[in-house]
């Protein structure tokens, strides 16, 4: 179990200031109404605006009936784009930016991408009549974002990669990959190990910095199929030297859900998710970048333990995870169980905005949606 120390004397008090998103109808399945949200990732960019960024879009999670994993897609060409939030009297104001496009100008849509690679292990899609559709060189799963002068960069949980895009056009450039024979861009191979949907969740900037955090755990050879242990990568963006550190989720049915730089240089994570009494809640942990031990390679994968107790006794490094913040003592609503962007502004106010899954879910895992009534919310301390 991953130890925690009680709350620093530096944050805050006060409860979440609440705020809803308008919320569009977008379409239909089975009779039920899709609308539009879908937001995991803020950030704040160099002008001091406040962006969102939708992931892939609508799904529903399909295995049940393709006895492998499956999501179907009710949009298949739904295309992710960012978005600029402000806040008046009035509530929030979203001012919907132009999708993400490729080189040719065409729309980056949230389907998955092809395999190239024998280690990846992506979703199959399914449309709305549960046939097959086609994997895109387009796709992207959105999770990430961050916005620094004329550059954004955006995690995609697929591959799992990091794009570079023109912060002005919103064109595509290039991006950091496992696949990539660029040597300033190339990442670890090991990361085509991620497990379906538990890819690059968050990201962070800071002095040319990127932090990239995975979802969940890998699932190497020989991994324990109850690790705990999660990887997060350090990017040079000027040379492309890659290093990472572990980190320990509270619990194994737990994720992380974006990640956020302090204006003091601490390494921000959003976690969130079940303990093994099944109760669920969601924390900001504040991690000292400094007294980290950064690793250029793993001589044997640390998924191999169980958590942060077994991984110290065989060697591995720990990252320690002070708390920062509890969600639900600071009055998030525990129904909304996917807190999936977090942001911190210059003067220390946090933001966290959460995925509402576009208002429908499949609890059975067979593609079937039912309506959820999930809205959106921005919270705001």
């Keep these: ?98 999708p993400l496009l490729d080189t040719n100008g065409l729309p980056f849509i949230g389907l998955p991408i092809p395999t190239t690679d024998k280690n990846q292990h992506i979703e199959i899609a399914l449309d709305a009549d549960y046939q097959s559709l086609s994997k895109s060189d387009r796709g992207i799963d959105s999770e990430g974002l961050i916005a620094i002068e004329s550059k954004l960069w955006i995690a995609d949980e697929y591959a799992p990669s990091i794009l570079e895009f023109d912060g002005t056009e919103g064109k595509y450039n290039s991006r950091f990959s496992p696949l990539t024979e660029n040597a300033k861009k190339k990442l670890p191979k090991w990361l085509l190990q991620r497990q379906p949907n538990l890819g690059f969740e968050g990201l962070a900037y800071s002095n040319s910095y990127l932090y990239a955090a995975l979802q969940g755990p890998l699932s190497p050879a020989g991994a324990s199929p109850k690790t705990t242990l999660v990887r997060i990568l350090r990017i040079d963006t000027k040379t492309g030297a890659v290093r990472h550190f572990i980190y320990s989720l509270d619990a194994v049915r737990r994720k992380i859900g974006d990640l956020a730089i302090h204006p003091d240089g601490r390494l921000l994570v959003l976690e969130h998710g079940y303990d093994r009494h099944d109760n669920w809640s969601a924390q900001v942990y504040a991690i000292n970048l400094g007294s980290i031990t950064f690793q250029t390679k793993s001589a044997s994968a640390p998924e191999r333990f169980s958590d942060d107790v077994s991984a110290l006794l065989g060697g591995v490094l720990v990252a320690p995870k002070p708390l920062y913040l509890d969600l639900i003592n600071a009055g998030y609503p525990s129904e909304l169980k996917k807190p ?40 705001v301390l």
Excluded: W
């Excluded at 960019?45 to 999501?71: F, S, W």
């Design 340 to 379: 999936e962007g977090l942001a911190i502004s210059p003067n220390g106010t946090l933001y966290i905005i959460n995925d509402n899954d576009y208002g429908i879910d499949s609890p059975n895992s067979d593609g079937k949606a039912v309506a959820t009534g999930m809205k959106s919310f921005l919270f």
């Design 1 to 98: 179990m991953c130890t925690q120390s009680t709350p620093s004397k530096e944050l805050p008090a006060q409860q979440f200031t609440q705020y809803e998103l308008q919320s569009d109808s977008i379409g239909t399945i089975d009779g039920v109404t899709i609308y539009d949200g879908g937001y995991s990732a803020l950030t704040f960019d160099t002008k001091g605006n406040l962006l969102a960024l939708n992931d892939r879009g609508p799904n529903l999670d399909a295995e049940n009936h393709a006895n492998k994993a499956a999501k179907r897609f009710p949009i298949p060409n739904y295309s992710p784009a960012i978005s600029i939030l402000s806040l008046d009297s009035m509530g929030v104001n979203i001012n919907r930016t132009a």
